[in-house]
T-cell receptor, first 117, second 117 residues
């Protein structure tokens, strides 16, 4: 079975610190898709990034960066110079092939990030 | 573009009742997926609708059903409610096009928080 592990349940940092959220996945698919979502207290899942398995190029978007390593099945997320507004629960997700052949998202358990002022 | 909208935002029901939740996708999106989020089980895929047809389904009992209308709006129904159905129900929309095995990005609504007493 495919699954996603986010070993860090909760992380607390002080504003302006850098923080890395870990994500390890398992899959037998040769082609797959990985995602990161942010869930603020309001409850809505906010899309952050989508990565195809055949594209291992790391990505940077402002203070956010992602490190995708197929060799270790990891897709880690780093926030540079964290801010209080970054406080949220962050989910890593893997697109899982179902019996229908179509895919659905399998989510990790999430990492709660608290940024203290 | 307006985002995904879900109504109602909050619901309180009693055991044995049934409930209907509504989701309006982003304009132009034809796929709607539903997820259940609970503290114990996390985020789990319920089903996906595309062009008024269910084309993917998660591992939930038949009490959970849905439908999609010609304007891509979707409803989810839960019959004979149980205490364990208390959860945040999230709807996500995507373009939905692409060959089987492909995953496009899903954009989530704010969710409906259902409490079963």
């Amino acid at each position: 079975a495919q699954k996603v592990t986010q070993a860090q349940t909760e992380i607390s940092v002080v504003e302006k610190e850098d923080v890395t959220l870990d994500c390890v996945y398992e899959t037998r698919d040769t082609t797959y898709y990985l995602f990161w979502y942010k869930q603020p207290p309001s409850g809505e899942l906010v899309f952050l990034i989508r990565r195809n398995s055949f594209d291992e190029q790391n990505e940077i978007s402002g203070r956010y960066s992602w490190n995708f390593q197929k060799s270790t099945s990891s897709f880690n997320f780093t926030i540079t110079a964290s801010q209080v507004v970054d406080s949220a629960v962050y989910f890593c997700a893997l697109s899982e092939r179902m019996d229908t052949g179509r895919r659905a998202l399998t989510f990790g358990s999430g990492t709660r990030l608290q940024v203290q002022p | 573009k307006a985002g995904v909208t879900q109504t109602p935002r909050y619901l309180i029901k009693t055991r044995g009742q049934q409930v209907t939740l509504s989701c309006s996708p982003i304009s132009g999106h034809r796929s709607v997926s539903w997820y259940q989020q609970t503290p114990g089980q996390g985020l789990q895929f319920l089903f996906e609708y595309f062009s008024e047809t269910q084309r993917n389904k998660g591992n939930f009992p038949g009490r959970f059903s849905g439908r999609q209308f010609s304007n891509s709006r979707s409803e989810m129904n839960v019959s004979t409610l149980e205490l364990g159905d208390s959860a945040l129900y999230l709807c996500a929309s995507s373009l939905g096009q692409g060959q089987i095995g492909y995953t496009d990005t899903q954009y989530f609504g704010p969710g409906t928080r259902l409490t079963v007493l």
